[in-house]
C-alpha cells in the first residue's frame, strides 16, 4: 500500500470514528480503582492541569484525566498527574469521583457535571469534586445545588481541598467532552428537567458582565439583538 493510500485511509477511519461518537455517542463506562488518593485541581498555565487520582505507586490515573477537543483530528489532555506526595490522607470507603469543580457556569455544566450520569446508579455514594488549590471556590454555590436539585442528584457532596484516600473509587467516563462527544446516557440525564425553551424563542448568554473574558465581536452582534 501506498503512502498515500495508507493516509486516505486514516482519514476515512478518523472521520467513521468521528462520525460514530457523533451519532450514538461513548458507550457508559465504569471503572472500580481500589484504595486510590484523589487531589485537588491545579493550574499551570492555560493547558495544563495538576489533578486527578493515583494508586499507592504514584501512577496517575488516565481515567481521571479531563480532555478537550479544539482541533478537528485531536483531543488534547488537560489532566496531568499531580506532583504532590500525599501522606497521612483521610479515608473513606468508596466515592463517584465527578473531576474538577469548575465555577464558571458554562464549563460547570459541561465539564463538572459530565460524570454524574453514574449518580443514578449509585445514591448513597458520596460526590467528589476536587476544587482549585489556593482558590476561594471551595464551596458549592447555591447555584450549583439548584441545578443538582433539577437533575435529582441527592448524594452527598464532598469538595477535595487535600488528598483523600478511597477504598473503592468509582470512575465514571465523561458523557460530554468539549467539542468531541456527547453521549446518549448522559444526555437523557440531563434531559430529566421538566422546563424546556419557549418555541420560536432564543436566549442569549452575555459575557458582558464577566472581567478577563471576551469575545471576538460581541459587542456588535450583541448590538443586532
Known amino acids: 500500500m501506498l503512502p498515500g493510500q495508507r493516509a486516505v485511509l486514516s482519514d476515512l477511519r478518523t472521520d467513521l470514528m468521528k462520525w460514530r461518537l457523533q451519532r450514538f455517542g461513548p ?7 481500589p484504595d486510590r488518593t484523589v487531589f485537588p485541581h ?12 493515583c494508586g499507592k505507586d504514584g501512577r ?9 477537543r479544539y482541533h478537528p483530528r485531536h483531543r488534547h489532555r488537560l489532566g496531568q498527574a499531580h506532583d504532590e506526595i500525599a501522606t497521612q490522607t483521610p479515608r473513606i470507603a468508596s466515592a463517584l ?10 464549563h460547570f455544566l459541561l465539564e463538572s457535571l459530565a460524570r454524574l450520569w453514574a449518580a443514578d446508579r449509585f445514591p448513597d455514594r ?8 489556593g482558590t476561594d471556590h471551595a464551596i458549592l454555590q447555591p447555584w450549583m445545588r439548584d441545578i443538582l436539585d433539577l437533575l435529582g442528584v441527592t448524594n452527598p457532596i464532598l469538595l477535595v481541598t487535600a488528598p483523600v484516600t478511597v477504598d473503592e473509587l468509582i470512575v465514571p467516563a465523561p458523557g460530554y467532552e468539549i467539542q468531541y462527544r456527547f453521549g446518549a446516557h448522559h444526555r437523557r440525564f440531563l434531559g430529566k428537567v421538566s422546563h424546556r425553551p419557549e418555541p420560536n424563542r432564543k436566549l442569549w448568554l452575555s459575557r458582558a458582565g464577566v472581567e478577563k473574558v471576551e469575545n471576538a465581536g460581541r459587542t456588535a452582534l450583541e448590538a443586532r439583538l
Request: charged content about 20%; overall charge positive.
Open 97 to 106: 469521583y465527578a473531576g474538577p469543580l469548575f465555577p464558571a457556569f458554562g
Open 126 to 133: 458520596p460526590i467528589l469534586w476536587s476544587v482549585g488549590q
Open 27 to 33: 458507550r457508559p463506562r465504569l471503572w472500580y480503582l
Open 60 to 68: 496517575f490515573d488516565p481515567e481521571t484525566a479531563l480532555f478537550r
Open 42 to 53: 491545579r493550574w499551570e498555565g492555560s493547558n495544563k492541569l495538576r489533578m486527578g487520582s
